[in-house]
């Protein structure tokens, strides 16, 4: 795995820190990660599991988070007033993360490519599947939701009283692993080592409150997607847990109602993670939806003068 730089990336020509995993012959997936997620956010070991069923994999650090492009200048996200309505603090939208993911793809000469979101990374993943239609095969949406306030509520009580992170290394580690064990998956073991070494990761490559509070504050400035989700023509997935207390399961079931024919899976005692236990389940199951759609069962086969 080698991480790379791609640069002048979408209509905000920023830069887009990325790594490709797997054979660049096979099906192209673009895993997008939810709010302050970078691409190691994705664990490497359902990685694995996707390349092994034939799959390419590139991951990203989206705009704001790790080595990609920080909007360090713009205006001071107030997460408060845009919960409230005024959104005036927002810097962009998801339709911005949006153009910068199928940026991504021009930059690396892929024409389409599956999309698998996660968090708010499904809500971008949902949201190229509404505005660039030509550019995605397949959509796999985890752990997220349609934009309408009414489903997928998180529990306020969610963080406990974490507060924000610190700024040093081992207390940032150390809320870190609190706020993944209070928001993780109570159904399933929680690996705190594990948890430990991933965040001191992410502190290492670049953790930024503002630019997460940002990518909060998009979120609510782009409104509810399920009328133009009815509009979808592809094959779609949708995977939640019971648990998730940062979007409760209403937001997943939203989802696949919104999107024609979209394929719903829950499972029992999963919250807002994704459990090492599931990965081979997951695995399994997005690969079927990628395979159905290079065969063109279920949605609107995918031009062969796009692919790779």
């Avoid at 005024?86 to 153009?99: K, R």
Wanted: proline share 7%.
């Amino acid at each position: 795995m080698t991480e790379e730089m791609a640069t002048e990336v979408g209509p905000s020509r920023i830069e887009v820190a990325y790594e490709r995993l797997g054979d660049p012959a096979r099906p192209p997936v673009l895993l997008i990660m939810g709010a302050a997620g970078q691409l190691i956010n994705w664990p490497d070991g359902l990685c694995a599991e996707l390349v092994d069923r034939g799959l390419h994999l590139i991951r990203f650090d989206s705009r704001d988070t790790g080595r990609s492009t920080r909007f360090s200048d713009a205006c001071p996200p107030d997460i408060r007033a845009a919960m409230a309505g005024d959104l005036s603090s927002a810097s962009y939208t998801l339709s911005d993360m949006a153009a910068d993911s199928v940026g991504l793809l021009d930059a690396l000469g892929i024409g389409s490519a599956h999309v698998v979101g996660a968090s708010m990374g499904g809500m971008i993943a949902q949201t190229i599947a509404i505005e660039y239609p030509g550019r995605i095969r397949s959509l796999t949406s985890i752990m997220s939701s349609t934009g309408d306030p009414d489903v997928g509520r998180s529990d306020p009580d969610a963080f406990g009283a974490a507060g924000p992170p610190p700024a040093d290394r081992p207390g940032y580690i150390d809320w870190s692993v609190r706020s993944m064990r209070a928001t993780g998956s109570p159904g399933f073991t929680f690996d705190e080592a594990a948890a430990a070494e991933l965040a001191g990761r992410v502190y290492d490559r670049g953790f930024d409150l503002d630019g997460m509070m940002r990518q909060a504050v998009a979120v609510l400035a782009s409104g509810d997607r399920t009328a133009r989700l009815r509009s979808l023509r592809l094959p779609t997935l949708v995977l939640h847990g019971t648990a998730d207390r940062l979007f409760d399961i209403s937001g997943g079931q939203a989802t696949a109602e919104a999107v024609p024919d979209a394929k719903l899976m829950t499972f029992d005692g999963m919250g807002h993670s994704l459990p090492r236990a599931l990965w081979a389940t997951f695995a399994d199951n997005i690969a079927e939806v990628v395979y159905r759609a290079e065969a063109g069962v279920g949605g609107a086969p995918v031009p062969n003068d796009s692919r790779p």
